[in-house]
C-alpha cells in the first residue's frame, strides 16, 4: 500500500481484512484491520481497529492509523460512486 501496510489476511466469508504497519519511533508496529457487518438493505457499519504489535505505548499512532483508514475507505467509497453512476 502507499502507506507501507502490508496485508496480512483477509476473509470475504467474515467481510475482515487485517494488515501490519512498518515501525516508526511511535511504534515497532501495529495490527491494523476493518470488519464490515451488515446494518440493514443496503448498508454496512464497518469496524476499524488498530493496536500495536509488542508494545501498550504508542504515541497516538493507533489513532492516527484509524483515521488513515476510514479516510481510505471513505476516498474508496467515492470513487466507486462516481464509477458507478449513469450518465
Do not use: C
Request: glycine share 8%; aromatic share 8%.
Amino acid at each position: 500500500s502507499k502507506r507501507g501496510w502490508k496485508v496480512e489476511s483477509g476473509n470475504k466469508d467474515e467481510k475482515s481484512v487485517r494488515a501490519t504497519t512498518l515501525p516508526t519511533w511511535r511504534s515497532p508496529g501495529e495490527i491494523v484491520g476493518i470488519q464490515i457487518y451488515a446494518a440493514g438493505d443496503a448498508q454496512s457499519v464497518v469496524k476499524i481497529y488498530s493496536k500495536p504489535l509488542f508494545t501498550a505505548m504508542d504515541f497516538g499512532k493507533n489513532a492516527m492509523n484509524v483515521v488513515e483508514m476510514a479516510k481510505e475507505i471513505e476516498d474508496a467509497g467515492q470513487v466507486h460512486h462516481y464509477l458507478k453512476m449513469e450518465p
